[in-house]
């Protein structure tokens, strides 16, 4: 292919990326003389504004809430001595509330408050964190994995997972990195798959249905992050791609090359030039600091940092109800982490969705006979540990540690992170209509309540912020200690006051304002973009994501 030919390649009017600079520059070398770049950079520093980063970290599987950010202190009954066949002890089976075994003891403590933030002892490994961090315990996510995935990604609005996504749909890291990333060489990077959820079969989810990712631009296309070895690959692979149609823009940009370079309107091809250019000088050893792929996640100080085995870069594939094994293709998150943190710190990416390798790795559900013959519930302290707290901890301290170019401020400042997952856990399960059901004789009664799942998905749960902008030391809401349900918060964070802030339960002679709310997934996505800078709501009416949500503006810092 000719110079030219490349040149004149369709869809003018459009944005340069830095990939499609990038590319230019390996087919065809870097045009301009010195001192056309030198004006490059300079006015690619002139136009340069705050840099934004956003991370999900993301526990695939549903959390007990109850033991984390919406913490309620309850017996544990089931460590109860009952009769083999009651049908009804006291307090009554529906009335029983079952805990993880041993809660109550250390390291299983009841709930604690760290500074302003209560909280259960699944997030005792993270209180050195809490004064960055903002807890919205007043918090519905949804009781179905894929919807709840769905939900976090593409945040609320009338969809079906199924049905054709449309162009002004965008996840929240479409969203965010289609406004930020276009000076990037692979802004979005997500370790999840989609369609490791057994619900989601491929002939019934074809191209452009479930979670899509090609929405909005390229540049805000995902990418997914898979295995160190894979990214290395893929970026050793780049500077050898010269293929697919490229904009008229380029060759009149490179043909007026010092007037364009000047020129404020043309602001996101010149921040994607002269990234660009960096990015091309490292790759080929032009640069004081090189980014050679064949060396990245490979320092072993940092891999100690993150606690990364060889175990931890491999993948793993499980089959979910029946259906084939499938893979996410994912590490450990420790090894999401260091990636993350490699990436971001040599300009190559600005958002990342992080989520835990195992498949369905919380979904502890649990029946009734093996509750009470355990006396407890599963424990997800181990699984919290390794998967969210100790990454965790290490990522923010890394980030914190490492200024961002000359600026004085590191990484961290500029840097959003939500704590979510897709639903809560229950603590206890309804026999009402077990008892009432008249064609059931009592030893069959006894053996569907001893059957029954106390352990089922469950909306109540809870979402956690920190970064740069976020209001530190804060919590938002709270679950009843009688309700068990989050209690609705105003438009300003407070509780609702017709509602008992210990029971949740509302007072008598009160009503619901007609204001509050309980946050959902849709809360979250707009929060997200809310704290990095952006405004959900225009970004909606600009056809650039369709989540309906409003940001909870009370977490940012005033």
């Not at 549903?62 to 984390?68: E, F, I, K, P, R």
């Not at 209180?127 to 919807?147: C, I, K, Q, R, Y």
């Not at 000088?281 to 792929?293: D, S, Y």
Request: hydrophobic content about 35%; charged content about 20%; overall charge neutral.
């Amino acid at each position: 292919m000719k110079r030219r030919q490349f040149l004149a390649g369709a869809l003018a009017g459009t944005a340069i990326s830095t990939l499609d600079w990038l590319r230019f520059f390996r087919s065809f070398g870097v045009p301009g003389t010195a001192k056309e770049l030198g004006i490059a950079e300079a006015a690619a520093a002139e136009l340069n504004t705050t840099p934004h980063f956003l991370i999900y970290w993301f526990q695939e599987g549903g959390w007990d809430g109850y033991s984390l950010f919406n913490p309620v202190h309850t017996p544990n009954d089931a460590t109860r001595s009952i009769p083999t066949g009651t049908l009804n002890p006291t307090p009554g089976w529906s009335q029983h509330r079952y805990r993880p075994k041993n809660y109550g003891t250390s390291p299983l403590n009841p709930p604690r408050t760290s500074g302003n933030i209560q909280y259960g002892y699944l997030a005792e490994d993270g209180v050195s964190l809490f004064p960055d961090v903002a807890v919205v315990s007043s918090h519905n996510g949804n009781t179905f994995h894929s919807g709840g995935r769905w939900d976090y990604h593409y945040g609320r609005y009338s969809a079906s997972l199924s049905g054709q996504r449309q162009a002004n749909e965008r996840t929240v890291m479409q969203a965010f990195c289609e406004a930020y990333g276009n000076g990037y060489l692979l802004p979005h990077l997500s370790w999840h798959r989609w369609l490791s959820d057994g619900e989601l079969s491929i002939p019934s989810y074809p191209e452009g249905t479930g979670y899509y990712e090609k929405l909005g631009p390229v540049h805000a296309h995902t990418v997914y992050g898979k295995t160190p070895a894979d990214m290395r690959n893929r970026l050793m692979s780049l500077g050898s791609v010269a293929q697919g149609q490229r904009s008229a823009r380029i060759r009149e940009f490179t043909d007026n090359l010092q007037a364009n370079l000047l020129a404020e309107k043309n602001g996101e091809s010149v921040r994607a030039f002269a990234s660009a250019l960096t990015i091309h000088k490292a790759l080929t050893g032009g640069a004081t600091v090189e980014i050679n792929p064949q060396t990245l996640f490979t320092d072993a100080t940092l891999r100690a940092e993150f606690g990364i085995t060889t175990a931890d870069e491999t993948t793993e594939a499980a089959s979910i109800n029946g259906n084939p094994a499938r893979s996410k293709e994912t590490p450990n998150t420790n090894v999401q982490a260091l990636m993350t943190y490699e990436m971001m710190t040599k300009g190559l990416s600005i958002g990342f969705f992080i989520e835990n390798r195992g498949l369905r790795l919380f979904d502890t559900h649990r029946d009734r006979r093996y509750i009470m013959n355990n006396q407890g519930q599963a424990d997800q302290l181990n699984n919290m540990r390794k998967n969210l707290w100790a990454p965790l901890k290490t990522l923010v301290a890394k980030l914190k540690a490492t200024q961002y170019g000359t600026s004085g401020k590191s990484f961290f400042d500029f840097t959003t992170i939500a704590l979510a997952s897709e639903m809560g856990r229950t603590i206890s399960g309804d026999v009402a209509a077990i008892l009432a059901n008249s064609g059931l004789s009592d030893t069959q009664k006894y053996d569907e309540i001893m059957a029954q799942d106390c352990c089922q998905h469950w909306r109540v749960s809870s979402v956690a912020f920190l970064g740069g902008t976020v209001r530190g030391n804060t919590q938002f809401g709270r679950v009843g200690s009688v309700s068990l349900e989050g209690i609705p918060m105003m438009p300003d964070g407070t509780l609702d006051p017709a509602y008992d802030p210990d029971t949740g339960l509302l007072v008598s002679g009160r009503t619901k304002n007609a204001n509050s709310f309980v946050s959902d997934p849709g809360h979250v996505y707009s929060t997200a973009l809310y704290l990095s800078g952006l405004d959900p709501v225009a970004l909606r009416a600009a056809g650039k994501g369709k989540n309906d949500r409003p940001p909870m503006t009370f977490v940012k810092k005033p």
